[in-house]
């Protein structure tokens, strides 16, 4: 049906198929890795590390509690809502070793969004940090979790640490509120408790689903991306074989996870990837705290750094940032939205290596795309099809499109979900086979693909489609602009206008400066009618510029 040129971009030494399944689950995937880098460092978290061997010592007593002690049984949901803590890689493979279906959360989620996935997941049981326990208490008679287990971030820090940690959080910063949960289970006492039982180990095969994924909700209403076993192995050994010629991952690499792990790009790059390569994994915390996450990096030889645009932005607008030692940094990968092409260049500038552009959604485990690490990838795309994954560019009818023509992105693979959790699925893909991304695209004649918006994001303007990211990434390259967004607004003549919400980077700027800019670079009908300068902008957990909320925040101006 459709010719695919963008093989001959793959470098040499990577199959442009994956193979047979390595595992037939994610539990012997991880069991056995532990086994083979047992002595190694897994993970470190505020200076403390766990070898391989403990991780899987500890997952093992979590599962052996929710099993025996909690009666939870294999197929039962169960969400993990936190930051990037050691008990989040525990209570996630042990929940795994369980048989349980894990349902990742944000823990910056209001009571009504939590409402809505804990119900959406019909979850059994809930695993929350305290901090954000609170929230969890205003909906407690509302959901059908019947087991709430709450951690504090000094759990798993050791006696004196996390003692310390627990205090200065609770005491000093004052950022837990209280909340009374009755009948709530300590993390501590579930690992202890857990140590003593004996683990039956249910029966796990690749079609089992694995991870309830729910959609960021930043577009609407989030529902829960059914992730298979299957789907996650074939997903990270796409990943590896792509990541290979570039770099061989091992334990001589350490990974530095700023995104959260309950977010999928995260969970199975961050997560997965490394912990089957032996990779050791540094976890950051709270990753918006930009001077303690550059404190956080002069302690490491970094090799791997993942993120997303806002966080490398943010880095390199810390003075701090300029002196790390980046002589071991082997490459950069940004996902989860657009990487602008000014944050790019000056990551290269200032590190010596590339930041490339990633794609993939929650519905996709997530890579779709990804460019090559070998100085061929090319700023501004979104790179060529992983192994054993084909893209197309379709119209409105599922028919290919001209090469070089907009249309949506669709894709097909293994790593693709099975469907949403209890939903109609009609519609979601195209003859049963496409995935369909409602992101914008177009494929250039060398196979590499770019992304145009989203399609509900698009900006009708006269009867010209207009796309944000293009107008954000113009804006962007403005040296007094710090960050940006852009969205349509309702007017009488012409259908919709843009308007642009810009942080300054300079308190000089002025709105005249920005427009003169702007009619320098964009045609006419694609320059902002208005400028709104604010302080900052709404965004996601991972930093994700939330254009719904300024779109939500104008309607109620209007009404």
Not at 159 to 185: H, M, Q, S, W
Not at 508 to 528: A, G, I, Q, W
Request: charged share 20%; proline share 5%; hydrophobic share 40%.
């Amino acid at each position: 049906m459709i010719d695919f040129p963008w093989f001959k971009n793959y470098p040499n030494g990577t199959p442009h198929e994956i193979g047979p399944l390595e595992y037939q689950s994610l539990v012997e995937l991880f069991e056995k890795s532990s086994i083979k880098h047992s002595d190694r460092i897994a993970f470190e978290n505020m200076g403390v590390k766990l070898t391989f061997a403990e991780i899987d010592s500890y997952s093992t007593n979590f599962a052996a509690y929710v099993q025996q002690e909690l009666g939870l049984k294999k197929g039962d949901r169960i969400a993990i809502q936190m930051p990037n803590l050691l008990q989040f890689p525990t209570a996630f493979i042990g929940s795994l070793k369980a048989g349980l279906i894990v349902v990742n959360t944000n823990p910056l989620y209001t009571p009504r969004e939590m409402e809505h996935q804990f119900k959406d997941a019909g979850v059994s049981a809930i695993v929350i940090v305290a901090n954000f326990a609170f929230n969890l208490e205003a909906i407690r008679v509302k959901i059908p979790a019947k087991h709430i287990i709450i951690t504090n971030m000094g759990d798993m820090l050791g006696t004196f640490k996390g003692a310390l940690v627990d205090f200065v959080v609770k005491r000093v910063k004052k950022i837990i509120p209280e909340y009374n949960i009755p009948g709530a289970i300590s993390f501590k006492d579930v690992l202890k408790k857990g140590a003593t039982l004996q683990l039956v180990k249910p029966t796990i095969v690749d079609e089992d689903v694995a991870v309830l994924q729910y959609t960021g909700g930043t577009t609407g209403i989030s529902k829960g991306a059914q992730l298979s076993h299957r789907n996650i192995i074939a997903h990270n050994m796409m990943v590896t074989h792509w990541f290979k010629p570039y770099m061989s991952l091992n334990h001589e690499d350490i990974m530095i996870t700023a995104i959260p792990m309950y977010h999928i790009f995260a969970l199975t790059v961050n997560g997965v990837l490394m912990y089957s390569s032996g990779v050791k994994n540094v976890l950051i915390t709270n990753p918006r705290d930009i001077p303690g996450f550059c404190k956080e990096l002069k302690k490491h030889k970094f090799t791997i750094i993942t993120g997303v645009n806002t966080l490398f932005n943010g880095l390199l607008n810390n003075p701090e940032f300029k002196s790390i030692d980046f002589s071991c940094l082997k490459g950069a990968v940004g996902g989860g939205m657009a990487v602008q092409d000014v944050v790019a260049k000056k990551w290269k500038e200032i590190t010596g290596t590339a930041l490339v552009e990633g794609y993939g959604l929650s519905e996709t485990s997530p890579v779709l795309c990804c460019n090559p690490l070998d100085g061929t990838h090319r700023i501004g795309t979104i790179g060529v099809p992983v192994p054993s994954t084909e893209v197309a560019i379709l119209d409105d009818d599922g028919n290919e499109v001209p090469l070089g023509e907009r249309g949506e992105i669709c894709a097909r693979g293994p790593q693709v979900m099975r469907g949403y959790w209890q939903k109609d699925n009609v519609g979601v893909f195209f003859n049963n086979e496409w995935f369909r991304t409602g992101d914008i695209g177009l494929m250039d004649a060398d196979g590499f693909f770019k992304i145009v918006d989203r399609k509900k994001d698009m900006i009708k303007v006269s009867g010209f489609n207009v796309f944000p990211n293009e107008i954000e990434n113009v804006l962007a390259s403005h040296p007094n602009v710090l960050e940006v967004a852009a969205i349509g607004v309702p007017d009488q003549k012409s259908g919709e206008v843009i308007k642009a919400f810009i942080v300054k980077r300079d308190p000089s700027l002025t709105e005249d400066e920005l427009k003169e800019f702007c009619h320098e670079n964009l045609t006419n009908y694609k320059v902002p009618k208005y400028f709104v300068f604010k302080t900052e902008l709404p965004k996601s957990n991972v930093g994700k510029i939330i254009r719904r909320i300024l779109k939500e925040e104008e309607q109620g101006k209007i009404v």
